[in-house]
């Protein structure tokens, strides 16, 4: 493997393996009535397919999510913070909300389990969108104002922070062959937007339209910077990196590795620079994909596939890793793997033929210093609305009591981890 790797500054690390599961606010909390992804799902076109709504009411329901995640043998919880819960209105600070994650916190602590927050898990504040979110040049001093802010409060008690999430994901979608009809909806979407809310721009994080994936880009960069001192200057000893979006991406002839190669370049080389110095890269993988002469090739005839069409590769987790690892030089945290399916015996398989090899990898003396599983519950999974389960865990939103449920899977990767000697 061909690589140009950077050695880390970072020096911080977490006192033991992290094994763990994620979840991100607005896709389990329910009701984030002042975020800019909910302001999204309720106009006329919207790319959601359904408003987020109650979700899975883990607001309410967060101490049931921290029993559930001890029950598993697990000792380390990622979860977002959210920002448009915190200043619903710009500079008006929520100390409600803060208390709110203030107990989270310590009922993580409480149960034996370390706290992971991840700063901005894409959704951010309706205001913040008004003003252009990350396109507007002041973007990283109000992201930074909230970091300080969330640090501040919580950062004495965390294992580590996460400043964003995938934010390399719009030229993850679009290497992978958006669809024409994706893109156009995105684009309605954003200007029925921008006209209700009476802006000439409306933007968000995770609705973006192609001639925009730069420039927004480049706004993430330079907040995840301001971030990263922000968080070190409250609390200098917490590892603190940001997550990206890693496909295993492979190649079966020469022009499928020029296809593959000019991808990388884009996708993850363009992040090189801006992680150095971190503490971590965080790596989130899903699936594999083989590039040919005429791009990816399509799955085996007959074989399992995924909820995004892909065939199933449980080696994706180790590939990617690995190569995310000597790319940039870092230690890696996987901050989310999963699979989108119905079928729970098809996930108990994925589970236990893609988390050993990792667990070799550590072995071996790869910095991996955590693992976290996506997802706790079948959530909102954004433009999917609720079709798509990657949970451990059911909820049973229609009872109004969202029971939650373990799955099989749960309990296979409860005894893996209770078997993994790190």
């Given at each position: 493997m061909t690589t140009t790797a950077h050695a880390s500054q970072g020096t911080r690390r977490p006192d033991h393996f992290l094994w763990g599961a994620s979840t991100a606010g607005h896709q389990v909390d329910g009701n984030d009535t002042n975020a800019d992804t909910t302001f999204l799902e309720h106009v006329?076109?919207?790319?959601?397919?359904?408003?987020?709504?109650?979700?899975?009411?883990?607001?309410?329901q967060w101490e049931d999510d921290l029993d559930l995640?001890?029950?598993?043998?697990?000792?380390?919880?990622?979860?977002?913070?959210?920002?448009?819960?915190?200043?619903?209105?710009?500079?008006?600070?929520?100390?409600?909300?803060?208390?709110?994650?203030?107990?989270?916190?310590?009922?993580?602590?409480?149960?034996?389990?370390?706290p992971a927050v991840t700063l901005c898990h894409f959704t951010a504040p309706h205001w913040f969108a008004k003003e252009g979110a990350w396109f507007n040049p002041q973007a990283p001093d109000w992201f930074t104002e909230q970091c300080s802010r969330v640090i501040s409060r919580l950062?004495?008690?965390?294992?580590?922070?996460?400043?964003?999430?995938?934010?390399?994901?719009?030229?993850?979608?679009?290497?992978?062959?958006?669809?024409?009809?994706?893109?156009?909806?995105?684009?309605?979407?954003?200007?029925?937007?921008?006209?209700k809310a009476g802006v000439a721009r409306y933007r968000?994080?995770?609705?973006?339209?192609?001639?925009?994936?730069?420039?927004?880009?480049?706004?993430?960069?330079?907040?995840?910077?301001?971030?990263?001192?922000?968080?070190?200057?409250?609390?200098?000893?917490?590892?603190?990196?940001?997550?990206?979006?890693?496909?295993?991406?492979?190649?079966?002839?020469?022009r499928g590795k020029e296809l593959c190669e000019t991808?990388?370049?884009?996708?993850?080389?363009?992040?090189?620079?801006?992680?150095?110095?971190?503490?971590?890269?965080?790596?989130?993988?899903?699936?594999?994909?083989?590039?040919?002469d005429d791009g990816i090739i399509p799955p085996v005839p007959g074989a399992p596939v995924n909820g995004m069409g892909t065939e199933v590769k449980p080696l994706s987790l180790a590939g990617s890793v690995e190569y995310i690892?000597?790319?940039?030089?870092?230690?890696?945290?996987?901050?989310?793997?999963?699979?989108?399916?119905?079928?729970?015996?098809?996930?108990?398989?994925?589970?236990?033929?893609?988390?050993?090899?990792?667990?070799d990898m550590v072995r071996r003396g790869v910095p991996v210093l955590g693992y976290f599983h996506w997802t706790l519950l079948d959530n909102f999974e954004w433009i999917s609305g609720y079709d798509s389960k990657l949970g451990l865990c059911s909820v049973n939103r229609e009872s109004g009591n969202f029971e939650r449920t373990p799955k099989p899977s749960a309990g296979v990767y409860r005894d893996l981890v209770a078997s993994a000697v790190l």
């Open positions: 006329t076109p919207s790319v959601f397919k359904v408003p987020a709504d109650a979700a899975c009411n883990s607001w309410e995640i001890k029950s598993f043998g697990l000792n380390a919880y990622r979860f977002s913070v959210e920002w448009s819960r915190i200043e619903p209105e710009h500079g008006h600070v929520d100390e409600s909300a803060l208390d709110h994650y203030d107990r989270v916190v310590d009922g993580c602590l409480e149960r034996g389990i370390a950062g004495d008690r965390i294992a580590l922070a996460v400043t964003f999430n995938e934010p390399n994901l719009p030229h993850i979608l679009a290497a992978g062959g958006l669809p024409q009809e994706a893109i156009d909806l995105q684009r309605l979407c954003l200007d029925a937007a921008s006209r968000t994080g995770n609705v973006a339209i192609p001639e925009e994936f730069d420039e927004l880009e480049e706004g993430f960069k330079k907040a995840h910077r301001a971030a990263v001192a922000a968080v070190r200057a409250e609390r200098s000893d917490l590892p603190v990196g940001l997550s990206l979006s890693v496909i295993d991406d492979t190649y079966a002839t020469e991808k990388r370049a884009a996708c993850y080389g363009t992040w090189v620079d801006a992680v150095q110095g971190d503490d971590f890269i965080g790596v989130q993988n899903y699936e594999q994909l083989v590039y040919g690892h000597e790319l940039t030089g870092m230690p890696v945290v996987v901050t989310e793997h999963g699979i989108s399916t119905d079928d729970d015996e098809l996930r108990c398989r994925f589970i236990r033929e893609s988390v050993p090899p990792l667990i």
